[in-house]
């Protein structure tokens, strides 16, 4: 991890349940990529203040581990990089009892719209910790 990096927080937990597998009974990428891209959203949005946010990029995907019916997962994620217009998140993914690793993605990029839905500059730059300020 680079030294001036904020360290992941873990804070969002899923059971894996029968409609989440795929026919080798293990997790379905898919669903877990929309869990991720979701999180990874709401992070950003709550980062930057702003509820008009979407997803630009999402780096190389590497799915290490695969969960079975019955894990509960957790997902991490910080922020790497804030741009004039973008925010960039990286993710792990990992079990929530034996702490092994499930995924990694280095990169999420996610763009900051202004009302007219265009790129617009989000002014942050740096992470706001605490319960952040959907909590005012
Ligand atoms: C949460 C969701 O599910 S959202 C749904 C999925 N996402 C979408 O549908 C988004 C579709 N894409 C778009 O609407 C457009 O591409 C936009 C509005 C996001 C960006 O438009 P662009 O013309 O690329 O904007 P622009 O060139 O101004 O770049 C905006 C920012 O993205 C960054 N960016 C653009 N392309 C890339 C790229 N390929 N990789 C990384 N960052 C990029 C730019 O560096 C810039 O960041 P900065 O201001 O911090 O330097």
């Known amino acids: 991890m680079n030294k001036d990096q904020a360290p992941l927080r873990f804070h969002t937990r899923k059971w894996v349940k ?4 795929n026919p080798n009974n ?3 990428g898919g669903s877990l990529l929309k869990w991720i ?3 990874a959203v709401i992070y950003a949005i709550v980062q930057l203040d702003n509820p008009h946010v979407v997803t630009k990029l999402i780096s190389e995907v ?3 581990n695969a969960p079975v019916q019955g894990d509960i997962i957790e997902m991490g994620f910080t922020a790497t990089h804030f741009g004039k217009t973008s925010i960039t998140l990286k993710c792990e993914v990992r079990n929530k009892l034996t702490r092994a690793q499930i995924l990694t993605i280095e990169r999420l990029v996610f763009v900051n719209l202004g009302k007219d839905g265009n790129p617009a500059p989000h ?3 740096g992470i706001t910790l605490g319960s952040e300020k959907f909590d005012r």
């Open 26 to 28: 293990t997790l379905f």
């Open 37 to 39: 891209d979701e999180e």
């Open 123 to 125: 002014g942050k730059t």
């Open 18 to 21: 029968p409609e989440d597998l």
């Open 62 to 64: 590497e799915f290490i």
